[in-house]
């Protein structure tokens, strides 16, 4: 049998699914350039520049003795000094904020930290929900009855009241061990209130497919032969949960940066002078008013979070058709 006849059957399905190879090339794209600009984004996104106080977008070279001593202490930065001419006109490239810094670079190290955010939530749902709702319908009874009683214990906390309770037991102290980046902790608080919610939806979903394979005649099969049960779940129930956990957890990514950007907006999110897309459309919102308008303070930070969103978008529910051939949107579906 060859094993790799149903990888190329998803991607002939996921490539018949519109616009979703076009989101998948392009989210790529945006990732690699993202990481390409790293190192110049975390040695200039909080570099004020008093000349260019909200200047608008110039493709005019950066020419501070600020950035290069900036540049020449960022040890990340240094091996890729000779593309310093280019580094210093994309400066510009987006304009400059109320105090004088490149929104670009801001924009590039706040995308990252909203992307790190929703990757951190995918994660945490993958390890935590697929472990909690495998666990609960394996067992089932009153095992099963009190694991999911949990989960929808933690869907009735009120989200923003969590963070708040978050950042008021854990902040202050993050920031004493932190010290020297304090200013990390308003992202660590964030990841935990993330990471609490993240994760309750994967395991429904696991639940439900565990109960549904768990009957089946392989996995009998394999309780016959004497498999122990940690062997069952690994060796024949998660391999059959792959498309669903894969499909899921692309999905929390954009929710999880929806819900950053919304706490960041509110000013319990990630906390500056880091940026994040929710802080910075929040600033954004501030600089356009009806008697002056810096729109590029709020246009291009909103544009990279909806293209980020959309992008996600797309691609899971490519995904989705692609790894459940029986779903009624995907293209040469099997119904039987």
């Known amino acids: 049998m060859n094993r790799s006849a149903p990888i190329r059957r998803s991607w002939q399905r996921f490539r018949n699914v519109p616009c979703a190879l076009p989101g998948l090339i392009a989210l790529l794209v945006t990732v690699l350039s993202a990481v390409a600009l790293s190192p110049f984004a975390a040695a200039w996104y909080d570099v004020q520049s008093r000349s260019h106080v909200r200047h608008s977008p110039t493709l005019e070279p950066a020419r501070d003795t600020v950035f290069q001593s900036r540049l020449n202490e960022n040890l990340f930065a240094r091996p890729i000094q000779q593309l310093m001419p280019a580094a210093r006109r994309t400066v510009g490239l987006f304009g400059y904020d109320d105090l004088g810094r490149s929104i670009f670079l801001r924009t590039v ?155 960041s907006f509110l000013g319990i999110g990630v906390q500056p002078p880091l940026p994040s897309l929710g802080n910075l459309v929040a600033d954004g919102v501030d600089a356009v008013n009806g008697f002056v308008s810096f729109w590029w303070i709020l246009v291009f930070p909103c544009a990279a979070l909806v293209l980020t969103l959309l992008l996600l978008t797309l691609v899971g529910d490519g995904l989705r058709d692609a790894l459940d051939p029986q779903s009624k949107g995907s293209p040469g579906a099997v119904h039987r």
Do not use: C
């Open 109 to 263: 190290m706040g995308w990252l930290i909203s992307m790190g955010i929703g990757l951190s939530a995918a994660v945490t749902a993958v390890v935590v929900g697929v472990t909690w709702g495998a666990t609960a319908a394996w067992f089932g009874s009153k095992t099963d009855a009190l694991m999911m009683r949990i989960v929808d214990i933690f869907y009735g906390l009120p989200y923003v009241l969590l963070v708040i309770v978050l950042k008021v037991v854990f902040e202050n102290r993050l920031q004493r061990v932190l010290g020297a980046r304090s200013a990390m902790a308003g992202v660590v608080v964030l990841l935990l209130a993330v990471g609490l919610v993240s994760w309750l939806t994967m395991a429904r979903v696991v639940r439900g497919q565990v109960l549904s394979l768990k009957h089946r005649a392989f996995v009998e099969a394999a309780r016959a032969a004497g498999a122990s049960t940690p062997r069952i779940i690994i060796r024949h129930l998660l391999p059959n949960l792959i498309g669903p956990v894969i499909v899921y957890a692309l999905l929390i990514v954009p929710q999880a940066i929806l819900q950053e950007s919304f706490l």
